[in-house]
């Protein structure tokens, strides 16, 4: 039986998550150029500081060098670096399509950036998952090569007609692999257009320069006027609003965007039992669910494994990614079940949806004041708590009745402080769509906004309870009803 070995982990600022006696012994190919390639790229800022890109890409270089592409294969890298049980099924999860998909853009973002002067170079042939290498040949243009310059004999119309030794155009630190010059009119005309040509930058380049960028703003204004005055004159609540999605947002790391799982909200709704994200994040929700005598047992577990999402949650995708502040290469939208736990350590991430519909949520309600309380159970009414009530609040605000429906707004630190996390939900798709229209409308998010503002300019945490008449589950007029601002 062939025994699988884990991806090699030794890439600077990457630890192991757990030793293996079956690590690979890397340090075999560690003078490998391809293989001290791939490490710059696993280390370099490109790859976002996700382990398991990282992981993800050495395994697959290692097993190149090694000549063991027959292990290069969707099912073993799903095993090997995502920690998938043996026999899973990559055609309801397709968290190593995913990661491909993301890897290559990261490949590319290194070699247009920090690796733009490597001259081997490392692509993943899409179709598959091996790595292929390639070189690339120093840059030869006129810029980087020594201009000949020419010793030109007086002019001469014998010299012209029939150049001899003595009239033959001399180099000085030329090539030797440029050709030698036959004719020395060509050249002349040449030298003397070039020659020219610097002496008019030389002499008026900083006017010339100035007078392209006036012409090239004045027809960005044109073509844009409104957005250009929108960007130079912010009002103070697109300004707030800024301030928020910068943060969201940025070049040095990844930024999540998590629609929820609605086969998982049917699912629990047909056997009104909860999945926990310990159950989610192993796929044991899908196997343990005791179904005995229901015949349509199979359809149910089924749902656990389907990809549906809300239009809501759809709508709302499209909006951030039409955001200004967007760094379009850094932005991920990745399916509630494909999400790791190392995207939340790493990154920044838009959770969207209530712990039913979203597990992930669960990490982050210990330290919020509004909490989602969800009940599978018809009998148990749901809503959401509020922890520490104040004079004139509710304990819970629940939907007792089908005209009215909550939503919440979270913003707080990933699981290591070092990036933010956003949660936007709902106790129903009308709820989350009351959150949605609330957050994406400045001058309702300002107030809370400049209250959150810190001295430096940042934001400090924030939770907002929304409130919105139910109309045919859809959100009508949010309005706010609790604030907190700071940590719990």
């Known amino acids: 039986m062939q025994i699988l070995e884990p991806s090699p982990k030794i890439a600077a600022g990457?630890?192991?998550?757990?030793?293996?006696?079956?690590?690979?012994?890397?340090?075999?190919?560690?003078?490998?150029?391809?293989?001290?390639?791939?490490?710059r790229i696993a280390a370099s800022g490109s790859l976002g500081r996700s382990r398991l890109l990282s992981e993800f890409l050495l395994y697959i270089v290692d097993r190149h060098i090694r000549d063991r592409t027959d292990e290069i294969t969707e099912q073993q890298i799903g095993i090997l670096v995502f920690g998938r049980a043996e026999g899973y099924d990559s055609n309801d999860d397709n968290i190593v399509r995913s990661y491909a998909r993301n890897l290559r853009k990261r490949i590319d973002e290194y070699f247009a950036t920090e690796g733009k002067e490597e001259l081997l170079r490392l692509e993943i042939p899409r179709g598959g998952y091996a790595p292929s290498f390639r070189t690339v040949e120093k840059d030869l243009s006129p810029d980087n090569l020594i201009t000949p310059r020419l010793a030109l004999p007086l002019a001469s119309s014998d010299a012209d007609a029939a150049p001899n030794a003595s009239s033959t155009p001399k180099y000085e630190a030329a090539p030797q692999s440029l050709p030698p010059i036959a004719?020395?009119?060509?050249?002349?005309?040449?030298?003397?257009?070039?020659?020219?040509a610097r002496t008019v930058f030389r002499k008026h380049g900083a006017l010339l320069a100035l007078c392209a960028g006036i012409v090239l703003g004045l027809g960005s204004t044109i073509v844009r006027p409104l957005h250009f005055l929108k960007r130079a004159f912010p009002s103070p609540a697109e300004a707030a609003s800024t301030t928020l999605w910068s943060q969201l947002f940025s070049s040095?790391?990844?930024?999540?965007?998590?629609?929820?799982?609605?086969?998982?909200?049917?699912?629990?709704?047909?056997?009104?039992r909860p999945v926990p994200l310990a159950s989610y994040v192993s796929g044991s929700y899908r196997t343990n669910v005791k179904t005995e005598g229901d015949p349509g047992a199979p359809e149910i577990l089924k749902l656990g494994g389907r990809r549906y999402t809300s239009v809501v949650d759809l709508d709302f995708v499209a909006h951030l990614a039409q955001l200004d502040e967007v760094v379009p290469s850094r932005m991920v939208v990745r399916y509630a079940r494909d999400l790791r736990m190392d995207d939340l350590r790493s990154g920044n991430a838009v959770l969207i949806g209530s712990t039913e519909a979203n597990p992930w949520i669960e990490l982050f309600q210990p330290h919020l004041n509004f909490r989602f309380r969800i009940n599978?159970?018809?009998?148990?009414?749901?809503?959401?708590?509020?922890?520490?009530?104040?004079?004139?609040?509710n304990a819970i605000y629940g939907t007792p009745d089908r005209d009215h429906t909550y939503g919440l707004i979270a913003y707080v630190p990933n699981l290591t402080s070092t990036g933010h996390i956003l949660i936007v939900g709902g106790l129903n798709t009308a709820g989350t769509e009351a959150a949605t229209t609330f957050l994406l409308t400045p001058s309702l998010m300002v107030p809370t906004l400049q209250r959150a503002r810190l001295a430096h300019g940042g934001l400090q945490p924030f939770e907002v309870l929304i409130g919105a008449a139910n109309v045919a589950t859809n959100a009508s007029a949010p309005q706010l009803i609790l604030e907190r601002i700071g940590p719990s």
């Open 14 to 39: 990457i630890t192991p998550r757990q030793p293996s006696a079956g690590a690979t012994d890397a340090h075999a190919h560690a003078e490998d150029p391809r293989w001290q390639l791939a490490r």
């Open 376 to 393: 599978a159970g018809t009998d148990k009414p749901s809503g959401i708590v509020n922890s520490h009530p104040r004079v004139g609040e």
């Open 183 to 196: 004719e020395a009119p060509a050249p002349v005309l040449i030298l003397r257009w070039h020659t020219a």
């Open 252 to 272: 040095d790391r990844d930024t999540f965007i998590v629609p929820s799982d609605d086969g998982l909200i049917i699912m629990q709704r047909l056997t009104e």
